[in-house]
C-alpha cells in the first residue's frame, strides 16, 4: 500500500474522534461561560495554564513530537524493535523524572511566576491566578506522560485509541465546571482540568505497558538513540519556548486591555481550533510516522508526494472553514456561549477576536503539517530559527496595533495571525530545496489560490443565508440560534462545494474519500 493512500485510510478516524474532542471542547466552553461568563474569574483561570501550557509543549511538542517519534519509528522502520524499546525505556524513565522535578518547582515558584504570566492582575485577582496555577500544575505531570503514550500509539500507526484520551479529558472539565463550579466557584473547573489529564493518562498507559513487558526495561543512558533523541530535542524546546511566547504575550497584553478580554480571545481561539484540530493535526498526526518511515528508508519522492498531498488537502479544507467562521462568527458565538452569564456583549467581543484569529487558519493548520516535515527530517534547528522570526513578528505587530490603532484585541488576534502567515512562509521556503525540490509549490499556489476563489464566493451567500433564517426565528432560543447556524453552514458548504467542482479541484475528491472512511468506521 502506498504512503498516500495509508494517510487517506488513516485520516478519516482520526479526523472523527479529534472533531468528536473538539465539539466536546465546545461543550466545555459553553459550560464555562453558562456557569462564569466572561469574568475576572475565567480570565485568571485562563492565565493559569499558560506556563503549565508552555511545559507541555516543551516536553510533548519539542521532546515527543520532534525527536522520540521520528527516531522510535526510524528503528521500527529498519525492523529494530528491540534497539527502540531499549532507547523507549530510557527516555520515558527520564522524562517521568523532569516532569515530577518541573511540577514540584512549578507549585513552589507559582508567586513568582504569575506577575510573569499577567502583568496586568492585582489584588485578589493575582492571588487567584497563583492558587489556580499550583493546584493545575499536576495535570501536566499527567498530560505529558499521555503525550509519550500517543506518541508510542502513533509510531505503530495506531491512532484511534490515544485519541479517546482528549475527550476524557473535555468531559471531566464539563463535569468539573456544572457539577463542582456552583459549590468550588472557579476552583471546580481546576479540579475537573487536572482530573481530566488523570483520565487521558490512564488511557494512553496500558498499551505502552503491554508493549514494554516484551522487551527487558534498562537505563541505558549511553543508547546511541537516546543520545540522538537529545540532540533533536535540545534545539526544538528551544524553538518551542520561543514560539509559545506568542500565546504568552497574546495573554500579557491582553492583561492590560477590559474586563475579560483574555477570555474572549481563548473562546475565539477555540473556535478557530475546530478546523486547525480536525484537519491540521488530524492530518499532521496521521502524516507525520508515515513521513518518518519515508525518511528513515530515503524514499524522498514518495515523502514530497506525500507531503504535498497532505498540505493541499489541508488547504482545501482550512481556506472555506476560516471563511465560514469570519461569515457567520456572531452566530456561531451566540449558539455556543450566550448563556447565563455570558450576554450579548460578551457574544460581540468575542466574534470580533474571531475575525481577526480567521485571517491565520489556514497558516497555523499548514505550520502543523510542515513542522512534523521538519521533524521527520531530523532537522530541528531550522523551526527554531523559523521560530524566533515569529516571535519578534507578533511582538512587533501587537505592540503597534495596540499602541497606534484602535483595534483593541482584535489587533492582536491580528498580529498573531500574521505571524503565522510569515512561520508558514519561511517554512516553505527552507523545507522544498531540503528535498531537492520535489516539493510542487506550484500545486500548493493553485490550491490555495481556487479555494480562496471558492470562499469569495461563499461567505456572502453563507452570511445572506444567516441573516435570512435569523429573521424568520426566534433567536433566543438554543433551537432558533441552530437554525441561523445551520442555514449559514449549508449554504456555504453547497456554494464552495460547486465552485470546487466547477474549479475542478481533485482535492474534493480526496476529502470526500476521506470522510466515506469516517462514515464507515462510525458505522
Known sequence: MSSSRTVARNAGIVMLLILISRLLGFIRERAIADVFGLSWETDAFRAAFNIPDLMYFLLVGGAISSAFIPVFSSYL???QED???RMAATFITLVSGGLILLTVLGVIFSPWLAPVVAPGFTGA???LLVVLMRVMFPAVLFTALAGVGMGVHNAYQ???VPLLGPIVYNIAITVGAYLLGPVMGI????????AGAVGNFLIQAPFVARSARRFPWRIQLRHPGLLKVVRLMIPTIIGLSIVQLN???LTALASTLAEGHITALNLANRLIQLPLGVFGMGMSMVIFPVMARLAALGDWQEFSRTLGTGLRTVLFVTVPSAAGLVALGEPIVRLLFEVGAFGPED???????????GAGVFALSTVQVLTRAFYSLQDTVTPVKIGLL???TNTGLSLALLRWTNLLHGGLALAFSAAAIVQMSAQLALLRPKLGRRLDLRALASTFGRAALGSAVMFPAARAAANLAGTRVDLALTSGRLVQVLAGMAAGVLVYGLVAVLLRMEELQLVLAAFRRMARRSS
Do not use: N, P, S
Open 77 to 79: 522502520a529498519r525492523g
Open 83 to 85: 534497539d527502540a524499546w
Open 125 to 127: 485577582q493575582r492571588d
Open 158 to 160: 495506531r491512532f484511534a
Open 187 to 194: 476552583m471546580g473547573m481546576a479540579v475537573g482540568t487536572v
Open 247 to 249: 500565546t504568552i504575550i
Open 347 to 357: 457574544t460581540a467581543t468575542t466574534a470580533y477576536a474571531l475575525w481577526f484569529f
Open 390 to 392: 515569529t516571535v519578534v
